[in-house]
Structures are given as C-alpha cells and as structure tokens.
C-alpha cells in the first residue's frame, strides 16, 4: 500500500511539472501580449483541475493496469505450452501464431475505439458532404494499424532491424500518392497520427514491450518499442487503398450502367 501511494505521489508531481508550463504559457501571452484579462477565470481554474485530475487517473491507470496486462498476455503468449515446443531464437516463427492473432485483434479493437479517429471520420464526412463514408474510414484504419502491429509483432519474433520495414512502408506510401484519389491523400496522412492516440499507444506500448521481454534473445529497448511507428504508418496505406478501391468500383459501376444503356451512352458521348 505504501508503495502504491508513493507511486500516486510521483505521478501527481510528474503530471504537475508536465502541466504547469502549458498554463503559464497561455497565461502569459493573455495577460501580455495580447493584453486582455483571463475569460471566466472560475471556470479555467475549475477545467485545469480536472485536466490535472484525468491525467493523474490515466497515468496511474497505465502503470497498474495497461501496461501490466499487455506484459502479462504477451508471456502467455510465448509460454512453452502455448508455443507447443521449448522458447529460443531457434523457434520457428509460425509458432507464435496466437501472438499475431492478438495483436492483430487488439489494434483492431482499439482502433475503432479511438475517439480521435472518430471525431475526424465524423468531420471527414461532414466536410465531404457523405463522399467519405466514417464507418468505412474507421475501418480502412484499424485494419491499418491491425496489419501493422501484427507485422510489428513478427518483426519482434524474428528480431530483423525494423528500418527496414519502415523504409519499404513508406516506399508504398510514396507511389500510392500520386495514384490514390488527390480528396483522400491529406486525409489518409492524418489518419496515421489520429491512431496514436489514447487508447491505442498504451496497450501497443505494453504488448510490445512483454513480447520483447518474453522472447529470449530480444531487449526491450531495441526490439520492444517501434510498434507504434507500424500503427502510424500502415493505415495511410489502407486509407489510401481504400480510397483507390473505391474509385475503381464507381468507375466499373459507370462503365456497366453505359454498357446496359447504349441510348445513355451516345447521349453522354454527345
């Protein structure tokens, strides 16, 4: 008990020194560069501690829950018995199937939870007048970042370097911009860092961090982090492809609709 209260005041004195100078900042250029009083100061006192309040209660909830969760699977995982042979770097890579799964189910899962990806699919569409559908967005992305952490898992399994897996990522990305429809491009850039938000970062920080920790041969600071760069960079490819799939079914559903109306057709030709 003493150690968690002596955790809870390390977070409220971190969380304070994180906090304080993003106040001081916008409370020096109101009061003297733009020269004006502070709107509702009861209120802003009132938000501040409730910001203050959430992210303590978030952090906290990180290191006593997330965090912990996502080690504690990720050893499971790569239990001998789970794994149906003796852990090592000698292990065949397919044995670790379950650990694909998962992560491929947890950046679904979360993905779709994220209210950043929400909140943008909701706008998109608004601005789009209907064009971009916001299921289908919230979809291209968490299977996104699904592919990507589960191709992020593998990378930790077989220890490969992961620039390299970064560098041919955006080598896609790159050749499907100049193919992929000019609405969607600016859209499927800002997807990437919408995923990374919340929800996500701290189960796909935790499962990577215990897988590398489970796997003999691998050190968490070299092989655990980097998941988040895959769940940032393939949604950008899936947005993008979704969007080229969709022109490619609109334009054969218009070349079918001609082809069954010639009349139409010369009338369109005219």
């Given at each position: ?26 409370t020096t250029f ?163 860092g919408v995923t ?75």
């Open positions: 008990m003493t150690s968690f209260l002596l955790g809870v005041l390390e977070v409220v004195a971190a969380t304070l020194r994180d906090v304080l100078p993003i106040a001081l900042v916008l109101q009061l003297f560069v733009l020269r004006r009083p502070l709107p509702s100061p009861r209120r802003l006192l009132a938000g501040f501690a409730l910001v203050l309040a959430g992210l303590m209660l978030f952090l906290i909830g990180l290191e006593q829950a997330i965090f912990p969760m996502g080690r504690t699977m990720a050893a499971q995982l790569t239990a001998p018995e789970m794994l149906g042979a003796q852990a090592g770097d000698g292990i065949d890579p397919a044995a670790y199937a379950w650990v694909y799964v998962f992560a491929f189910a947890v950046g679904f899962s979360t993905t779709l939870a994220e209210p950043s990806l929400i909140a943008v699919a909701l706008k998109a569409r608004e601005l789009s007048a209907g064009a971009i559908d916001a299921w289908g967005l919230r979809i291209a992305v968490a299977l996104g970042v699904a592919i990507g952490i589960s191709l992020g898992a593998f990378r930790i399994v077989i220890g490969a370097p992961i620039h390299y897996f970064i560098m041919a990522g955006y080598v896609v990305v790159v050749v499907q911009t100049f193919f992929a429809p000019k609405l969607i491009v600016p859209l499927a850039y800002d997807s990437g990374t938000s919340t929800v996500t970062v701290p189960l796909v920080a935790g499962l990577g961090l215990g897988l590398a920790e489970a796997i003999p041969g691998r050190s968490p600071l070299i092989d655990g982090f980097g998941l988040i760069a895959f769940a940032s960079l393939f949604p950008m490819i899936t947005v993008m492809a979704y969007a080229q799939i969709s022109e490619w079914r609109a334009a054969r559903s218009q070349s079918a609709a001609a082809a069954a109306d010639p009349a139409t057709s010369e009338e369109d030709r005219a």
